[in-house]
């Protein structure tokens, strides 16, 4: 505790929130965070009518990319651990205004992060106390109710928090793989070699890859509640890299599972099938399981949103903290010592943000619009580090240290993220509704660019003003 402590006071803060997370707590914020049944339930749909079966290798390639992305991240959060991660750890690197520009980038990108988990949420929830999928403003009152849940749960602290959390990792493990090694064993239909199969989609690559992208992102919650860590320093770059790693496992093993225990995989790759994974689940294991099985994914999404919701009031509390936003947001309340009024900003912001699901066939846009802005965010953050690396300006001294590998991991990690930024930000047709609009189509790019511009004129404005 006195390390941590002083830690914090040599980074510029006196402690203020409670530090009662261990390691696998923090593990575990980052796994729900990331959540395997959320980002594959949520995709699987859209990749096999992209690419057919075949869509399960960009899957693997995304997760090469991200794991170089978590490596870089796991170094800078053992230097500074600090609340808040890009923000704290731009600002070190390069300079204030770099860093305000990425903090409120970051803010941005999880927030429409935080709505699109609530929008995939809905129909789930509602399938297992109603039977019916919601629609239009069904849908977003039933995300927004979400919202709202998370929200209590946060307010009463990190031990509430931990406790749906891990709730949520023991749904994650029967959701992902005790379910996908069972059928991957005893309810297989088809063959291996439909993995490499395309099923008549002429293999949208690019597209696939787009949307692998919302499956493997989440991983910096960790770094956003290092604060709140017992042995910061060297715990929470342990649970980037280990939630990464364990994530990128589970997703790949249901993905193949529930491929190969598929009956008609033309089906699913024509787009008749809008959730292949439940009939397949259900048809395997019997109607029993369709009750139960719903329960376990509605838990992960339950412990995805708060994991989300509480990262992102961090994030708001660090910038806030710093009088890059109003300095009411860095309040910490006196019993549970969280940051309510940061947490409660945002997901009015995320409330917002639901507006987009009034229209249904807004999923392909909605995941497009979430992962976008995440990784800007990560292209900033390790962009900075190689800046501050190639110029002298950071010798990385914390417990975790890449030495002579730092550089060229930080390079492929930089050429990933730039390549597969452009590729979610490329406005696709195929991954909104038939004849949607070209707004539709444009909103990511347009958002962020909007978000971006006004973030630019904030800093400029006030870097006269001083």
Same mark, same amino acid.
């Given at each position: +505790? ?33 959540? *395997? ?58 300079? *204030? ?63 509430? +928090? ?19 090694? /069972? ?9 291996? %070699? ?9 293999? %949208?690559?690019?597209?696939?890859? /787009?949307?692998?992208?919302? /499956? ?38 249901? /993905? ?32 029993? %399981? ?17 994991? +989300? ?53 807004? +999923? ?40 002579r590998t730092g550089t060229p991991v930080n390079l492929v990690a930089f050429g990933w993220l730039a390549f597969e930024t452009v590729n979610i930000a490329w406005p696709r047709a195929e991954l909104a509704s ?33």
């Amino acid at each position: +505790m006195k390390t941590d402590d002083t830690r914090l006071e040599q980074l510029g803060y006196q402690q203020q929130l409670r530090r009662g997370l261990g390691v696998f707590s923090t593990f575990s914020i980052g796994v729900a965070a990331v959540a *395997p049944v959320v980002g594959l339930y949520a995709i699987f749909s859209l990749g096999s009518l992209l690419s057919g079966p075949a869509w399960l290798w960009m899957l693997g390639v995304a997760l090469a990319g991200q794991l170089l992305v978590a490596v870089v991240y796991a170094e800078l959060a053992s230097e500074f651990p600090v609340a808040g991660g890009p923000y704290q750890w731009a600002r070190r690197l390069v300079g *204030p205004r770099f860093a305000w520009f990425t903090g409120i980038v970051y803010l941005a990108a999880v927030t429409a992060a935080l709505a699109t988990v609530a929008y995939l949420a809905a129909p789930w929830v509602s399938l297992l106390f109603t039977g019916a999928e919601p629609r239009g403003a069904t849908r977003l009152l039933v995300s927004a109710g979400l919202l709202a849940l998370a929200l209590l749960v946060n307010g009463y602290g990190v031990r509430v +928090m931990r406790t749906i959390v891990n709730a949520g990792i023991a749904a994650e493990i029967i959701g992902s793989v005790v379910i996908g090694l /069972a059928l991957l064993l005893f309810f297989q239909e088809q063959d291996f %070699s439909v993995l490499f199969d395309t099923a008549g989609t002429g293999g %949208s690559f690019l597209a696939t890859l /787009a949307v692998c992208g919302w /499956a493997f992102v989440g991983f910096d919650a960790s770094a956003s509640v290092a604060e709140e860590t017992r042995g910061a320093g060297a715990n929470v770059p342990r649970a980037i890299a280990a939630a990464t790693a364990v994530v990128g496992g589970a997703v790949i093993l249901v /993905a193949v599972a529930v491929t190969l225990a598929s009956k008609d995989l033309g089906a699913l790759a024509r787009g008749e099938v809008p959730d292949p994974v439940t009939p397949t689940v259900i048809d395997s294991f019997g109607a029993w %399981s369709a009750k139960p099985f719903l329960a376990i994914v509605v838990t992960t999404f339950l412990a995805c949103l708060v994991s +989300m919701q509480g990262y992102l009031g961090r994030v708001a509390f660090g910038l806030a903290r710093d009088d890059k936003l109003p300095r009411y947001l860095a309040r910490v309340t006196p019993r549970s010592r969280v940051p309510l009024a940061a947490m409660t900003a945002v997901t009015l912001g995320a409330g917002a943000g639901l507006l987009l699901g009034l229209n249904d066939g807004a +999923m392909g846009t909605m995941i497009t619009f979430g992962t976008g802005g995440l990784y800007i965010t990560f292209l900033l953050v390790v962009a900075a580090a190689l800046y501050a690396r190639l110029t002298g300006r950071w010798r990385p001294a914390g417990s975790l240290r890449l030495s002579r590998t730092g550089t060229p991991v930080n390079l492929v990690a930089f050429g990933w993220l730039a390549f597969e930024t452009v590729n979610i930000a490329w406005p696709r047709a195929e991954l909104a509704s038939p004849g949607a609009p070209a707004w539709q189509v444009w909103a990511g790019v347009w958002v962020f660019a909007a978000i971006a511009v006004l973030a630019l004129a904030v800093i400029l404005i006030s870097g006269r003003r001083r």
